[in-house]
């Protein structure tokens, strides 16, 4: 029992992470970086919102 508890808070803090790490990309401006490195920031960028859209997260 605890050590469920232990891998579900784990895997919690591993979600909340990766969801910071996925914002700060979305909040990346993107003016002054070159074309290339602009293009990979968008291509990320498009696939986060479409994760977060296939996780419910803009569903009301």
């Known amino acids: 029992m605890e ?4 891998v579900r808070n784990q895997k919690m803090k591993e979600k909340a992470q990766k969801r910071k790490e996925q914002e700060r990309i979305l ?5 002054n970086l070159q ?7 968008e291509r990320m960028q ?6 977060w859209e296939n996780d419910s ?3 009301e």
């Open 57 to 59: 997260l803009f569903r």
């Open 3 to 6: 050590l469920e508890f232990k």
């Open 35 to 41: 074309p290339a490195v602009r293009e990979t920031f």
């Open 27 to 31: 909040n990346k401006d993107l003016t």
């Open 46 to 51: 498009a696939k986060i919102l479409k994760e």
